[in-house]
């Protein structure tokens, strides 16, 4: 498979990542998103569906710190378009601190910014 181009979903989401506080966050992020460009898009868990965030069924998730030996802090919500079967490329939606349950839906509402962009909606 060829290297996919990973991009930021937007502003925000590029923000989140240059906002990791320490250099070694920065730099175990970027050898996650270089592992699912270059080597596996599908190496994220599907984040799925849930009644407080709805549908995120497209998106996937990896979890990382500054040491792998310990529970990983942060997480990096991607998806792969234009779609899970013939992905073209990788679309950052999140970095940032695992979020407690609920609060997903912020994740939620980004996604669909991006749906009523591209449909022309906004």
């Known amino acids: 498979m060829a290297r996919l181009p990973v991009e930021f979903?937007?502003?925000t989401a590029k923000q989140q990542f240059l906002d990791l506080p320490s250099k070694e966050l920065k730099r175990?992020?970027?050898e996650l998103l270089?592992?699912?460009s270059k080597e596996n898009p599908w190496l994220g868990k599907p984040?799925?569906?849930a009644f407080s965030t709805g549908n995120l069924s497209d998106?996937?998730?990896l979890y990382f710190d500054e040491k792998r030996?310990?529970?990983p802090?942060?997480?990096v919500v991607y998806r792969l378009l234009p779609d899970e079967d013939g992905p073209t490329k990788v679309e950052v939606i999140r970095i940032g601190l695992k979020v407690p349950y609920g609060?997903?839906?912020?994740i939620y509402r980004q996604v669909g910014r991006a749906l009523e962009r591209l449909l022309g909606s906004e």
């Not at 609060?103 to 912020?106: L, P």
């Open 28 to 30: 175990r992020a970027l």
């Open 73 to 75: 802090r942060y997480r």
């Open 69 to 71: 030996d310990i529970d």
């Open 59 to 61: 998106c996937r998730k």
């Open 103 to 106: 609060d997903e839906e912020q």
């Open 9 to 11: 979903f937007d502003p």
């Open 34 to 36: 270089a592992q699912v």
């Open 47 to 49: 984040c799925g569906f």
